[in-house]
């Protein structure tokens, strides 16, 4: 893998868009440096890495300043000029456009993605500073809860949110290597550029996968007369949003759910547990920012509730209701993890609704069961890291059993 690409996400802005006024001065940094009474700005012990030296551990480079960037002349003290680039597996720099509202930069990337912000300063002569903070909010994409979350990283190393570099020469790019974070989360990005460039530049990042939309309740299918022919469960406090997936997704979630209610009009309808959050990514149940959930994070898989839901002589016929249109049915564990084909087939033949399984409520039955697990064709070519699950096509009635 080439060392760029074990770099970490960064800052998303753009040029001159997003400069503030002059006299703007985000926490008297601006000052400081010219007035000289900063000590972290100012601190006579830091010296800037020498150009094309490489990397620093903490995902810096200092490289030279663009040829293409126009040179302002002495009158003026120019603003400072920066572009954010996401890097390819290949090592290739792609820019990442931004949507200008309100003077505010938007930037999308995808989580685990890797970026290079690039911030120079067009003078003739001088020296630069620049403060950089970041702050993330998960709750838009879906996660309500904010304790320990993870930061921004670079090559395994965790990235403060707020660090800054003093006398830079104006020769110089700053460049910032970032990895997004696995999870789903909006990022408020500001820099402070002093000496001879002016800042401050802000911008937002969303760490999102596009194109996920809600699935809906059933009853509010007029295609199906506003019958509740599966019901939504699963939602949790920290999680209160939790079935969003790709439209080819929640297509084939209502053909399934519609089809087994149709042979099956005198049972339970399905339940559909998690499928992604509101804006996909790693989909940390348990509030902890990690696994067990491995997938759930691109809206191509759905849980449905086993237990004295679908009862054991209409288990074969739903799942092949799916195989039908081309979605894998796999039964998981409670810790997420597939079964083995014999350990699910004793699942699959136990009638829940007979003692002891009788005498307990639902939640009880479904902390102990097992759960049906579907895997969803992938209709777009976006690379997904990590690899996204894939069915794998659907296994004979033997094999199944």
């Known amino acids: 893998m080439k060392p760029v690409l074990q770099a970490v996400l960064f800052l998303g802005l753009v040029t001159p868009s997003f400069s503030a006024a002059p006299e703007v001065d985000f926490d008297g940094a601006r000052n400081a440096i010219q007035m000289g009474i900063s000590a972290e700005l100012k601190n006579p012990s830091f010296q800037p890495p020498t150009p094309n030296t490489g990397i620093t551990t903490d995902g810096v480079a200092f490289v030279p300043r663009p040829e293409s960037t126009s040179l302002a002349t002495p009158a003026t003290t120019p603003i400072i000029e920066t572009k954010v680039f996401r890097i390819t597996e290949s090592g290739a720099e792609v820019e990442v456009p931004a949507e200008i509202v309100d003077g505010k930069g938007y930037l999308k990337i995808k989580p685990n993605e890797i970026i290079e912000h690039k911030i120079w300063c067009p003078s003739q002569s001088g020296v630069w500073g620049l403060c950089y903070d970041y702050k993330l909010d998960p709750k838009f994409a879906g996660h309500n809860h904010n304790t320990n979350i993870p930061p921004y990283t670079w090559n395994g190393q965790n990235i403060p949110a707020h660090r800054c570099w003093s006398n830079i020469p104006v020769a110089n790019t700053v460049v910032l290597y970032l990895r997004a974070p696995e999870f789903a989360t909006r990022a408020d990005h500001t820099a402070q550029i002093s000496g001879a460039c002016y800042g401050p530049v802000s911008s937002i990042i969303d760490t999102k996968i596009d194109g996920l939309t809600s699935l809906p309740p059933a009853w509010s299918d007029s295609l199906h007369g506003g019958v ?19 439209p080819q997704t929640i297509d084939l979630i209502k053909e399934i759910a519609w089809q087994y ?67 894998e049915v796999e039964l998981h564990s409670k810790d997420h993890k597939k079964l083995s084909p014999s350990d699910a087939a004793v699942w699959e033949g136990m009638d829940f609704n007979t003692p002891p399984w009788k005498f307990l409520t639902a939640e009880e039955l479904d902390a102990r069961v097992p759960h049906y697990h579907l895997v969803f064709p992938k209709y777009d070519s976006d690379v997904d890291e990590p690899t996204d699950q894939a069915p794998q096509g659907c296994p004979s009635k033997s094999a199944r059993r």
Request: aromatic share 12%.
């Open 228 to 246: 509740t022919y599966y019901n939504l469960v699963g939602d949790t406090t920290q999680h209160p949003i939790n079935h969003f997936a790709k």
């Open 261 to 327: 209610h149709t042979e099956f009009p005198n049972a339970e309808v399905l339940n559909v547990n998690d499928i992604s959050l509101k804006w996909g990514g790693l989909f940390d149940i348990s509030g902890a920012w990690a696994m067990p959930h491995e997938f759930h994070r691109y809206g191509r898989q759905a849980d449905f509730r086993l237990s004295s839901i679908i009862p054991e002589s209409n288990r074969e016929r739903f799942k092949q209701i799916s195989c039908d249109l081309g979605v």
